[in-house]
DNA sequence: GTCTATAATTAGATAGAC
DNA sequence: GTCTATCTAATTATAGAC
């Protein structure tokens, strides 16, 4: 979305000069972006300085200024960054979305324990999402509209799909999404927190797994009620 | 904990003059307490600044510096001053703790519901948590060892207890913690998206009510099972 | 105790050499 | 494109009048 600085201003052809000029430089946009993915989330937008992101990088700190147009912009370049790994994540861990048919709990069953696994290797992310959702901002409203609106539709469909047909418990799907992704990604987000109360290796994989297995009997029930349910 | 400036040097009689300048002071004192909360839930320590917060509380920038060692101080006043809060809340919202007596189902259910309570009318508190969480600092340690830890015991102890009873489903206590912490605070943490997402009167009381209800079906079931169950 | 003025540091952004 | 040097504005903390 956003465009990288003009690099052939006139018509000259590329030479291997050139070439690697040019590689280098998306080589340290990069490391700039998975810099600022990790400044960000650890002490937020205003928190996160410039000079520690570039020397993060390896770079030095007026480069943000010359690959990026602001501070703001690079924000939103780590933003959607880790937007399209969650994406990545998201469908090596599940073979069909939640949209693609008529949901069924089994695909919601899948659809938890992927977004489980998914947010547990990208704790980025959410620590991002929560330490803007704390106060309305332009960044706030930038991410809602780009990135999260979409996502809740699709699970709010879901939910009341199912519920709608019983199969599920009767609760309100904005209930449904909050305690869902505050159930999935709290343990990963607040890590740090975690290694200090519980030990080092806590959160580890076992951990996803039984977290996983968990949330699915929560939301879900133990197991689908056989028979009796009849359908809208 | 922290003790206030020494404002009787030495043994001078309390006028009604020296009476009143202290209670201006125990005013703006406790006036610097709730602006911190406030701009420190919003924007996290670093991003919070001395000005704001002394404009927030009617006073001026250095009177912080007055009233408490550092912005360091303030922000352990001000922690300790929600924490104080949350303690209030939550013996409003119910008669007895988790720790009073041997653990119920239904017991459970009310600390529950009482936990959502008091989490939607203080969401400064998980605010500051979660900001602090995402990073490990001196301060996390501090906030770990003074307030999370015990309010950890007492849910763990209280879930095993079930657990090993047979009352609730086999979920890992550590699983349960972040799932329950993560699911009753998210709503209310994120309410300036939430109000974005889901339109300005989303997280009402209604909802509070419907959050409650629905967090005991997930992490309690429907209904306990009938006669079945054996004790350890 | 509270105020104004300011010191010392650090922030994001820019200029210009190479 | 990348570097060094630097500008302007904002930060926390302190000095000193009242």
Redo the contacts with the bound molecule.
Sequence with gaps: MAD????SPSSSPPTSATRR??A??D???LALIEAAVHEFAAHGF?G??????ATRA???????????????E?WRAAVDHVFAKLDAALAAHQIEGLGADEITRDRLADAIRAIVRAVAQLPELNRIMIQEATADSDRLAWIVERHTRGRYDLLAEAWGSLRRRRLVADIDETVVYYALIGASTLAYVNAPEARRLLGDHAIDDAFVEAHADGLVTMFLGPEPAAGGASAD
């Design positions: 990288p600085p003009a690099s000029r040019q280098r430089a080589a340290t946009r205003e996160a300085s410039t000079r520690a992101i390896g770079t030095h700190q007026p480069q943000i200024n010359y690959h990026f147009e602001s501070k703001d690079l």
